[in-house]
Nanobody, 123 residues
Framework: QVQLVESGGGLVQAGGELTLSCAAS????????MGWFRQAPGKEREFVAV????????YYTDSVKGRFTISRDNTKKTVYLQMNSLKPEDTAVYYC????????????????WGQGTQVTVSS
């Protein structure tokens, strides 16, 4: 099973940017699709973005398209989430997740999760 550790969260003003990182342990990182999810207070954890093992495919939830970019470096076993033009509604705990195989966007289809990193966007 893959172990995941997120970093890079923090407090930023609206319109600002942050880059989240998720470092993975274990072998064959490129066999795993990697996703980012987020959970705001009082809300369900929701899908944000996913990238295939080879980085050939990416998908985003509509609310972040054009503002967020998911990428990965398989030599470093790390996935990134570049977040630009941040809005107060992006405030949430952001979680990295992995699944062996192809891309999915459903939370239940990911089997390893990080501990989360807080992102707070002030207005």
């Amino acid at each position: 099973q893959v172990q995941l550790v997120e970093s890079g969260g923090g407090l930023v003003q609206a319109g600002g940017e942050l880059t989240l990182s998720c470092a993975a342990s274990g072998r064959t990182f490129s066999n795993y699709a990697m996703g980012w999810f987020r959970q705001a207070p009082g809300k369900e954890r929701e899908f944000v973005a996913v990238i295939s093992g080879s980085a050939s495919s990416t998908y985003y939830t509509d609310s972040v398209k054009g503002r967020f970019t998911i990428s990965r470096d398989n030599t470093k076993k790390t996935v990134y989430l570049q977040m630009n033009s941040l809005k107060p509604e992006d405030t949430a705990v952001y979680y990295c997740a992995s699944r062996r195989g192809g891309v999915r966007i459903t939370r239940a289809e990911f089997d390893s999760w990080g501990q989360g990193t807080q992102v707070t966007v002030s207005s």
